[in-house]
Structures are given as structure tokens and as C-alpha cells.
């Protein structure tokens, strides 16, 4: 894999684990190919699933609110999942199935080279910046790798169980953008 159409197609024909007979499509990453800010969550939803597109329904919505109250849009910014493919019922996904979808992530990652990676909910925190991740204690705190920023806040999902959570979100995406700006600043060349 050398490209995005490459990587594209790799998850468009992938059967390295059981979802892959479930889902009706898989769901690779949308946004834009120079981001400095890559937005990682778990898994596709069982709406994404019908309409191959990252955070579409309700969730989508209140991440489109996110992004508003930090003034960015999903074409500034990259959103992508973990897994590619659904897990029936939205169950959390099985290690094995993680570990077969793992390569594409770090395959988007490498093509993308974000300043600034932001996992969305636990489950994305636990396998991307520490597997005894806290979301509810250590949500907006930051992780330094290789040249980029790692951090985690709510999942959209959470906030529409529990609305109370959105404007800590919203400050959490503020910082988000106040550290990439900093980062840029002390490095312009991404």
C-alpha cells in the first residue's frame, strides 16, 4: 500500500476477520488528506455501516456541533475508525478483530502524518494511548509520540446518553485546536 486509493481499495475487499461476512460496508476514513488533526473512534455504527461513511445519524450530528464550537469543519479535519467494519449490536469490538484492522489505521496515520490525534471514547483511548485509559478522569489530557499530540474526549455517542457531557467536550475540542495551533507554530513544516 502506497497511496490512499491503495488503502481504500485494501479495506473495500478485506476478509481478515468475521465482520467482514456481516457488514454491509465497510467504513474507511473520510476528510481530508493533509489534516493536522485525525479523529479516531472505535467502530462504524450500524448507520455507517449502511451508508459507508464515518459518524453519519445522531452521533454525527453532535460531532458536527463539536467541531462547530471550535470553528472546524469535517474538510479541514480526518475522522476515521479503528475497525472498518460494524460489530453486530454495537457490542465493543474483540481484540482479534482490532488486530486485523490495526495495520489500516497505522496505514492512515503514516499517509497522513497528523500533528494532533484525537481518540474518540474509551475504547479508541485504551488501544491508541494506554490500555488502563480513564476517559471520565484523563479526557483532554495530552500524550507526546513521535511529533504528535494525543489526547481523548467523549465519544459523541456518550454525550447523547448523558447531555451534561457536551460542554466539557466542547472545551476539550478547544484545546484540541489551541494545541494544534501551538504545535504548528513551533514546527510549520507538518
Known amino acids: 500500500m502506497h497511496t490512499w486509493s491503495d488503502i481504500e481499495q485494501h479495506v473495500a475487499s478485506c476478509t481478515c476477520c468475521p465482520l467482514s461476512r456481516t457488514r454491509h460496508l465497510p467504513v474507511m476514513g473520510r476528510g481530508s488528506h493533509s489534516a493536522d488533526i485525525m479523529l479516531i473512534a472505535e467502530a462504524p455504527g450500524g448507520q455507517e455501516d449502511q451508508e459507508g461513511l464515518p459518524f453519519v445519524g445522531r452521533s454525527g450530528k453532535i460531532l458536527d456541533e463539536l467541531l462547530e464550537s471550535c470553528s472546524l469543519t469535517r474538510e479541514e479535519i480526518y475522522i476515521t475508525n479503528i475497525l472498518k467494519c460494524h460489530p453486530p449490536g454495537n457490542r465493543d469490538p474483540k481484540d482479534e478483530e482490532k488486530a486485523a484492522c490495526f495495520p489500516y489505521l497505522k496505514y492512515e496515520t503514516f499517509l497522513l502524518k497528523p500533528r494532533v490525534i484525537v481518540c474518540l471514547g474509551r475504547v479508541a483511548a485504551q488501544r491508541i494511548i494506554s490500555p488502563d485509559y480513564k476517559i471520565t478522569r484523563q479526557h ?16 459523541p455517542s456518550a454525550i447523547l446518553r448523558d447531555p451534561s457531557k457536551m460542554e466539557e467536550t466542547k472545551a476539550d475540542f478547544k484545546e484540541i485546536v489551541r494545541k494544534r495551533d501551538e504545535l504548528l507554530r513551533g514546527n510549520p513544516d507538518k
Do not use: F, S
Open 140 to 155: 483532554g489530557t495530552w500524550t507526546c509520540r513521535k511529533d504528535c499530540a494525543l489526547t481523548a474526549v467523549y465519544h
